[in-house]
């Protein structure tokens, strides 16, 4: 089969091409494993992450991706041969242990044994890939494939995040950073919560622009003021500076989600502009989001489908991959960014 994979860790200002176009051996499905033929698969900074070392795979060569649509084309034992030929999708949840305390809460992503889509095992970036059975989650009908492959992380991702804010209808929500994750959560929580404004943190017009015609009643640079303080924000970017003024920007007793598996490195000074009295003071709460777990992934496209929930996005051939990184790491484009395959 074909694959862009990855051989190291590497640094994307270095290294324009860190994937190379590969024959793999096509994998065959273990014991209550179902092989998936993949049409698409979305591209997430957590690829970056993966890449530059900052959440590495434990051994390589590996194949990225874990936003995965496809069909089932063969099962393993123990598995039901009726599962081939349905449609299914693939997210950063690759399997749980299913008997410790956090699963048995439902709470499998924070399993000690939680083993992630393309990085811990291979992913989506390939034309076929395994995986068990019960991580293969039945896609609602309607949601075409290429557009479905971002709600797999961004959205469900924002899905959880969106709730761990703990927002209440007609409270005010902010959103910093507006990329794949960010313009899915917009969306969502006018679903869920018609009349909470939702206000915008984003560096370039451009995407403040998009954020506006997707429903924000405000959008403006990172440091700017909102026109009202804030009950709850998610950040999804991957630098310290919004963090900083995310919390000035929370009224007393508000709670900043930081939907980040990792921070970069190149703006922590920003962290020594911390006030006291400014950012932390008055009870304001920050809280870490941590991989997903398969009911947020179910829960975001029965969302999707019922609201009509769509991602923009970007696609881009297999063999391009790359491309498609290099723009991810820039950012400034709409949406999200998704892999053709089959």
């Known amino acids: ?90 997210g950063w949840i690759y399997s749980a242990c299913g008997q410790c305390e956090h699963c048995l809460e439902g709470r499998e992503n924070l399993c000690a044994e939680f083993v992630a889509t393309g990085r811990d095992r291979h992913g989506g970036y390939a034309e076929y890939l395994c995986v068990p059975a019960d991580f293969a989650l039945p896609l609602p009908a309607g949601l075409e494939d290429y557009g479905t492959a971002p709600l797999l992380c961004a959205g469900a991702i924002g899905h959880r995040s969106l709730m761990l804010t703990q927002l209440q209808n007609g409270q005010r929500l902010g959103l910093t950073g507006f990329g794949a994750s960010g313009h899915l959560v917009l969306q969502l929580s006018r679903h869920l919560y018609p009349d909470s404004p939702v206000y915008v943190f984003a560096r370039s017009e451009a995407t403040q622009q998009f954020a506006r015609e997707l429903g924000a009643v405000w959008a403006g640079p990172t440091e700017a003021p909102p026109p009202q303080a804030l009950h709850a924000i998610i950040d999804t970017t991957p630098a310290w500076l919004p963090i900083v ?27 020594l502009r911390v006030n006291y009295p400014e950012h932390l003071w008055m009870e304001k709460e920050i809280k870490s989001v941590a991989n997903v777990t398969r009911a947020d992934i179910r829960a975001f496209l029965d969302h999707a489908a019922a609201a009509a929930i769509r991602p923009e996005y970007q696609l881009y051939d297999l063999e391009d991959a790359n491309r498609a990184l290099q723009a991810q790491k820039r950012g400034g484009t709409r949406g999200a960014k998704v892999l053709r395959i089959g």
């Open 245 to 271: 003024c995310a919390l000035r920007h929370l009224l007393p007793g508000g709670r900043l989600v930081i939907n980040a598996i990792r921070k970069e490195a190149h703006d922590l000074q920003s962290l």
């Open 1 to 90: 089969m074909r694959a862009m994979v990855l051989h190291g860790v590497c640094d994307l200002a270095q290294e324009d091409s860190p994937l190379r176009l590969e024959d793999m051996p096509t994998p065959q499905p273990g014991v209550g494993e179902v092989r998936i033929r993949v049409s698409a698969c979305g591209v997430c900074h957590t690829e970056l992450d993966e890449i530059e070392g900052r959440t590495p795979p434990p051994s390589f060569p590996r194949i990225l991706g874990h936003q995965v649509v496809g069909r089932i084309d063969q099962v393993g034992g123990g598995v039901a041969g009726e599962r081939i030929g349905e449609r299914v999708g693939v």
